[in-house]
Structures are given as structure tokens and as C-alpha cells.
T-cell receptor, first 116, second 111 residues
């Protein structure tokens, strides 16, 4: 039972490079989220998805794109990385439509991204 | 949409009680959670309360819910250095299973 798995765990990018962060969950959850966590700023929602094929903007979506082509995967893309995107990124998933009425979110271990 | 607010920092002495507060805006919120994040780790569920409850106690943890004021609190009795972490409040509304998180309160325990 892997839960929520994020890859990679660490990455260093040069300004202007692109990359994709992968989040995979094996709990048949409908909802998936991408957050960034910065010192003094707390946890901020970047984008989220309420089901396969759907995505929506969160609090800080600029500079990021997402896709949810498969229910179990939620991808976060940085097209042209900037130093301001240096952060720890967390993926989370919640809500199994066929399960008990529980909205608990499960989190991945995080991806530490540095943009130089 | 839902807005969840927490203060960012709290400092307490070892052995004292810690109280972490959270306010939310959606009065129809039905599921309310507290998550804990230890240094270098992801968030893990600590405890939760349903909106039809006023209080929930689990060993050293007490969750209080004031629905009228839309205020949720987490009390940690006999706070230990191992309780040093960031604590997140999260709320889900009725008819929506989407969770909204507060920014997190960093609890520092002074030996």
C-alpha cells in the first residue's frame, strides 16, 4: 500500500529549464492537489483536480501547469523555471467515491526543488 | 470559497499546554482535521472532528469546535519536545469533499 508517491524527491534546475513533477496515488481517490510550502508563507495551493480530466487553479497557479489524464496520476509542470519557484512541493489526494464518507487527505513526502 | 486562517507561530515551554487555533468561513463545513508535519516530512493526519461534535479527546489531544464562531482549536496537554512541528487545520464543506488547508502553525517547544 504505497499511498501517495512523488517523484523526484530532489531536483536542481537552472533558470529557464522545464520539468515535470509526478504524483501517483493508489487509493482510487477522486481529488488530487499540488501545494508549495515556503518558510513564513505556509502551505499554498497551486492547482487541484476533482476528477480525471479536470483541473482547476488554486491560490498560486502562475508559472505552473497540471494534467490529470489518468485518475491515479497528477502531473505538475514548470515550463520555464524561475528562482521564485524554489520550494518544497507536496502532492495530496483525497476522497474515494466508493468508500466511506471520509475526506481525509493523504500526502506525499514532498519534492525539494531548487532553481538556480 | 472556504478560507481557513491560523497564526503562523506558537512557542511554549515543555510540560505546558499548547493551544493552536483555527478559524474558517464556511458555516456548512462538516469535516474538520488537524494534520502534523514533522521536519523534513509530509503531512500526516493527527485527529479530526465532525461538525455534529463539540469536543473530541484523544490521549493528550483535545479538539474543540465552536460552530457559532467557526473556530477550531487543538490543545496538546503536557507538551513535549517531540511535539515540535507544524500543525495544519483543514476543513471540508458539506456537498464538497475538497479540503481547504490553513497555512500551518509552527509549534516550538522550549526545553
Amino acid at each position: 500500500n504505497a499511498g501517495v508517491t512523488q517523484t523526484p524527491k530532489f531536483r536542481v534546475l537552472k533558470t529557464g529549464q522545464s520539468m515535470t513533477l509526478l504524483c501517483a496515488q493508489d487509493m482510487n481517490h477522486e481529488y488530487m492537489y499540488w501545494y508549495r510550502q515556503d518558510p513564513g508563507m505556509g502551505l499554498r495551493l497551486i492547482h487541484y483536480s476533482v476528477g480525471e480530466g479536470t483541473t482547476a487553479k488554486g491560490e498560486v497557479p502562475d508559472g505552473y501547469n497540471v494534467s490529470r489524464l489518468k485518475k491515479q496520476n497528477f502531473l505538475l509542470g514548470l515550463e520555464s523555471a524561475a528562482p521564485s519557484q524554489t520550494s518544497v512541493y507536496f502532492c495530496a489526494s483525497s476522497y474515494n467515491q466508493g468508500g466511506p464518507p471520509n475526506t481525509e487527505a493523504f500526502f506525499g513526502q514532498g519534492t525539494r526543488l531548487t532553481v538556480v | 470559497g472556504e478560507d481557513v486562517e491560523q497564526s503562523l507561530f506558537l512557542s511554549v515551554r515543555e510540560g505546558d499546554s499548547s493551544v493552536i487555533n483555527c478559524t474558517y468561513t464556511d458555516s456548512s463545513s462538516t469535516y474538520l482535521y488537524w494534520y502534523k508535519q514533522e521536519p523534513g516530512a509530509g503531512l500526516q493526519l493527527l485527529t479530526y472532528i465532525f461538525s455534529n461534535m463539540d469536543m473530541k479527546q484523544d490521549q493528550r489531544l483535545t479538539v474543540l469546535l465552536n460552530k457559532k464562531d467557526k473556530h477550531l482549536s487543538l490543545r496538546i496537554a503536557d507538551t513535549q519536545t517531540g511535539d515540535s512541528a507544524i500543525y495544519f487545520c483543514a476543513v471540508a464543506g458539506a456537498g464538497s469533499y475538497q479540503l481547504t488547508f490553513g497555512k500551518g502553525t509552527k509549534l516550538s517547544v522550549i526545553p
